[in-house]
């Protein structure tokens, strides 16, 4: 079981990196649109960046268990300083969280 995790943690590793830049270009979007008054689709947005955001903790979480610290490099690998733009799931995971909260609290319809 253990290996299995394992081997699915390294296989969606790849894939972490551009998923937190969609997160980050979702925000942004979101932003223009509650700025445009498109409420909903910025609410959509920004509950999609808060899934992405819990996604990120869930995954650190269980990278924690299996004895990991999974981390996203945002710099190029050839690059001799590896650890300088390298950051951890749970502050791309919180970020996404409460930014994308922050996003639908302020797209609510003005009834509520």
Known sequence: MKQTMIDMMSAMMPFMRPLALGAGAGLVLAIILRLSGARGL?????????????????????????????????????????????????????????????VRAISRPADY
């Open 42 to 102: 910025a609410r959509l947005l920004g509950a999609l960046v808060l899934l992405i955001g819990v996604f990120f903790l869930a995954c650190e979480g269980a990278g924690r268990v299996l004895g990991f610290e999974p981390t996203v490099l945002f710099a190029d690998p050839a690059n001799r300083a590896l650890y300088r733009n390298q950051w951890p799931f749970w502050t791309i995971g919180l970020a996404a969280l409460v930014l994308g909260w922050l």
